[in-house]
């Protein structure tokens, strides 16, 4: 067959045992309602907190979750699948209930942002997608952040693409970057589909393309007449800036302005300051300067506390694969089944049974001043984070505009202890676990011992 | 207009510079041949060599290029973008030559993995896809072979689709890691797009949404009668285990095996040690044991060289976005322009100018001495690494099955000095730049220096 076919981010991009557990369901008919919640379980090094992000790519998935007609004729093939459950597979659509705090949320360990309330088999199946586009965003958005308050009032603008982790990556890097406050991205297609500010400079190979340095910035200059930002480092980057000085006047009388220079390598402070000598003894004091090179919020951080007169910041890689942090510690764990609270036990990795709820309570100064992980409707002070987004797999609503996340997100930082807000570690934020929570945690323990005494009872030793 | 209708790895899914130095070079008529390479400037901490992967996508890229009427339709709108440049890009197509090292050849810094030579406008539009495919599949790739190198003999499978970034990073780590030497991966669309093998076992949920953990086993192993694999850690690890032994013998009767068991958290190796006790006591001595939980190489070895009783090696999220080195510095650099060597001499950035091979010589044992990056054409010991692969934009020939690429480095590791294949850090490899290229730089050098004292004579001033 041909797998060509094969949707790149279709119901096959999944866990192969969600498959053979569905079949499992299927054949034992447990279609009950399940709940799954998603979370994190602990703050990478060097986090205070996490910024929800990937809600809209989540909902987009759940509700356009099908088998197409090749994938379905892929499993018929594969062996491990009999016919009846593949029919049933061709009629499965998402037909549950999501909660989840908004994108542009900030969050906490063992705070569920999202929870999926279906037929075990559907809650099961979405996991592995769910889980890939929720933890991405929410990375990058978490490590996007610190940038933003790392040079505030500085232009940002995301880099990233080329040594993202492929396309997906590279598109939906630039929406949480956005979302974190990002000026905008250079990936086109991220401005296209999402509306992001789409901003870009000149490559090296641009000027090494002409024999004459000067003659590419020429070039470059009338091929964007009113936005061009010449790089000045392919050669030596302060003859370079002489040369954007001696062309300033020429290009004005042709109507045109140079906007900004980028500088890419070697020391870029001392560049800088060399650079904005150069360009203000030449008359061009509204020429700004932009710096990239390998960057990441403590490089912003120490450029900026230095006193380098450098306006903005292209940030790359280091943030599109959050190098410091590549991953977070997440989990998509069922909490609940056919109305009865489940709890996940292993060693280091044990989870709060139940549907949940998380308030946040604030003090007379409006400062967030402690959360709480509840059961669902155990009453608790404060605001609830978590609202109803999906009901029959459709969603409720229009999802927010992209900017109202982004905006949601300044608001919460603003009323965030100022502590949490630097870039390095601060004591934790407190999130406490309610009365109600633990009381169904110890039930259920209480539940689980009794059942493991009776199994040594039964095998007629005991264990240590 | 309909963004949705914008293919989310199309031609828009490049940086925003490449669009606006298209233009300049379209107005200006510069449709020259141009030659960009890439490569890896340097290893990453702990790693004494790259797999190159990554090129089939690459060439998929590249024979598919165009621009679809939505995404002209978006440039048209955009503003920055003339008519007859949209018309242009209209036409567009890739129609240069690809030379590359195959996938799963071992190579170094400074060494070029894929030479394009195409008109320069194509070639330069393709630099943030090319980059974004080869770097993360070579990043993956060497990764993924230092599990090989750690466990050999042992069932290693991909389980890290829900933490990689995205759908494309999950789908093409799997790739990367089965070239690299893996046995399968989880990710089901990775078996259907790629012929990879598939594996699985159960999650927790399907154990929580029983009430009884025995009933769950036997369940599942009546779902999948040959090879299942069993959960255990779940509530407790050695009691799951007593458990797998109470239900063999009925299970037997079936005609049902089972064919292995999960550990996945907590102390791995006294887990297994104990749990091979139970299984061999209960005569079950041909159960596998598979264990997982945010599982690398360095674990992997260290489980290894305790004597642990584990089989198989379920490696996830620290695989698939190389968590200890999550990107490479990689860059695709323009090496030549209308026939004239080019080279970029940004600080601690600079490249090799001109279009170059690479050799790798052998000593009389057959193991691999030493590597030379040399001019096309100059003569030099040992075997060529690259190879044209594409040209009018047309592939020459199918790709190789990714079972050659995977022989191809298992062939490859087997002539590399041992040091090499050590997890920590050896004397480096030597690569030897041939006196051909040095003299083109030095020459490509004196032009500049002399370019740049005509700069300051011109400016009637002289600088450090």
Redesign the interface.
Known sequence: MN?DA?P???A??????????L???F??G?FAP?V?EFYVRELPPRRNFLVAAGLAQALDFLEGLRFEAA?LE?LSH?G?FRPDFVDYLARLRFSGEVHAMPEGTVFFPNEPILRVSAP?PEA?LV???L???L??QT?IASKAVRSVLAAPGRRLVD?G?????????????ARAAYLAGFDGT????A???FGIP?????????V??H?DEAAAFE??A???PQNAVLLL????T??AA??VV?LAPRLRRAGIRVGGVRI???DLAAHARRVRDILDRGGLRDVTIFASS?LDEDQLARLLRDGSPIDGFGVG??MD???DA?????AY??QE??G?A????????ASWPGRKQVWRRYDAAGMAAGDAVALEGEAQDGSALIEPVMRGGRRLRPDPPLQAARARLQEQLSRLPSALRSLDEARPYPVEISAGLKRLAQEFDAA?ELD?SQ??NH?GES?A
């Open positions: 797998t094969l790149p981010s279709g096959l991009l999944t866990d192969f045992y969600q498959l053979t557990m079949q499992a369901y054949d034992r447990m399940a799954f994938e892929w594969h491990a075990l099961q996991e592995s997608r889980i890939n586009l933890h991405f990375l880099f693409l080329r040594r993202a982790h492929g396309a997906e990556a590279g598109l939906l890097a250079a990936t086109v297609l401005g296209a589909r789409l901003y870009g400079t000149m490559a090296h190979s641009f090494q393309a024999d070039r470059f009338h091929s964007l480092d392919t050669y030596d302060e003859a002489e040369k001696r890419d390598s070697g390998n890689t280091r694969v959050s190098a590549p991953y977070l510690d997440c764990k069922l089944y056919a009865r489940r709890r996940k036990r292993s060693e280091g990795k689980a493991q199994n040594r095998r264990q």
